[in-house]
Structures are given as C-alpha cells and as structure tokens.
T-cell receptor
Framework: AQTVTQSQPEMSVQEAETVTLSCTYD???????LFWYKQPPSRQMILVIR??????QNATENRFSVNFQKAAKSFSLKISDSQLGDTAMYFC?????????FGDGTTLTVKP | GAGVSQSPRYKVAKRGQDVALRCDPI?????LFWYQQALGQGPEFLTY????????KSGLPSDRFFAERPEGSVSTLKIQRTQQEDSAVYLC?????????????FGDGTRLSIL
C-alpha cells in the first residue's frame, strides 16, 4: 500500500518570499506519478504541478517548482515570490494504475 | 460544461436513510474518480471508472457504498443505511484519459451530514 506524508500541518510565509512544503511517500511501485494540488477555502481542488517518476528533471510551472528525490522518496514543493492568492491547503498526491493517495495537507498562509 | 459539476452541494440525512450523490464530469473525459474527504484530512480514494467500467472499487468502505456510471458519463455514488461516520465531503474528479500524468479536474464536492 502507498502512503503519503506531509509533516507540516501549517506554514506561513511573507508575501514575495519563498516557501518549501515537504512531502515523502512510500511505495514499492516503479512506475508512478506525483502531484501537488491546491485547495482554497472554496474547496475546489486545483492542480499545481505534476511529475513523472521516470523523469529525473524536476518539474517547474512558473513560480512553482519541485525537488524530486526518487531514492529518498521525497517530493517537495517550492513556491517563489509568494502571493496572497497562494493561501490555501496544499496536498501532495501519488498516483499509480488510476488510484491516487493523498497526504493530509499543509495549510499555507501568505501574510501581507 | 465548463467543469465537473456535483449535486447536491449540501445534503443532510438522518441516520439509516439512503442518499445519492451525482457527478457530471467534463464532457469527453474518460476517467472518473470518487473520493471521500473528512474534515482536515486529504481525500481518500473510493472508486475509479474508465468509461462505464468500474476498474477499481477497493476504497469503498463497506457494501453500503455503491457507485455506477452506466453510460460512461454521469456517475452516481449511493450510500445505503447511512451512518454518522459517513459524514464527509465527497469529491468527484474526471480526467481526459486513463490515469497517468493527465490531471484530474475536481468538482466542488458534496458535503454530507448524517444526523
């Protein structure tokens, strides 16, 4: 069974600064995908960034980037130039064969 | 439609009643997923369809939970003889292809409260 652990229940960052959210996972699968999702207070989950496990290059999406360490089973999210609109709950997710496993989330607050 | 639509947005039922939750995926999306999200936790996988075929139902908590997608589009999650521990937000998501790196598009969810 897959498990996903987000060890930081809550984090805060000043506007325009950089913050890193951590995620570790455990699996025996070799072919899988990793995602970060954002869930604002309105509740709809939105994809932030995705990574194929077979790719060594870290994914980037504008201000969002990941540090994927496959051997360590670590998948952290870095948010640069934080904006007030980044305030949300962030979920790390692991997917294989159509089935997703989510962590319990990190609540990020961006302070003005 | 523009996105995944779920109805009702809120549902209150008495313990022991049956409930049905509806999900309208994005048109043309092959895959459809149901999740249960308890307060303050991440979504828990319930079941997954590819077109009308239910490929994985390993996450359904008990035989009181039943999901269907008879025509490969709209899906219904039914919970029979509801219990208080069924109270949660039920999320539906769809993706254009079967799993993989294709992103899932989520609906707003149905908040179910069992009294």
């Amino acid at each position: 069974a897959q498990t996903v652990t987000q060890s930081q229940p809550e984090m805060s960052v000043q506007e325009a600064e950089t913050v890193t959210l951590s995620c570790t996972y455990d699996t025996s699968e070799s072919n899988y995908y990793l995602f970060w999702y954002k869930q604002p207070p309105s509740r709809q989950m939105i994809l932030v960034i995705r990574q194929e496990a077979y790719k060594q290059q870290n994914a980037t999406e504008n201000r969002f980037s990941v540090n994927f360490q496959k051997a360590a089973k670590s998948f952290s999210l870095k948010i640069s130039d934080s904006q007030l609109g980044d305030t949300a709950m962030y979920f790390c997710a692991f997917m294989t064969a159509g089935k997703s496993t989510f962590g319990d989330g990190t609540t990020l607050t961006v302070k003005p | 439609g523009a996105g995944v639509s779920q109805s009702p947005r809120y549902k209150v039922a008495k313990r022991g009643q049956d409930v049905a939750l509806r999900c309208d995926p994005i048109s043309g999306h092959v895959s459809l997923f149901w999740y249960q999200q308890a307060l303050g936790q991440g979504p828990e996988f319930l079941t997954y369809f590819q077109n009308e075929a239910q490929l994985d139902k390993s996450g359904l908590p008990s035989d009181r939970f039943f999901a269907e997608r008879p025509e490969g589009s709209v899906s219904t999650l039914k919970i029979q003889r509801t219990q208080q521990e069924d109270s949660a937000v039920y999320l539906c998501a769809s993706s254009i292809l079967d799993g993989g790196i294709q992103p899932q598009h989520f609906g707003d969810g149905t908040r179910l409260s069992i009294l």
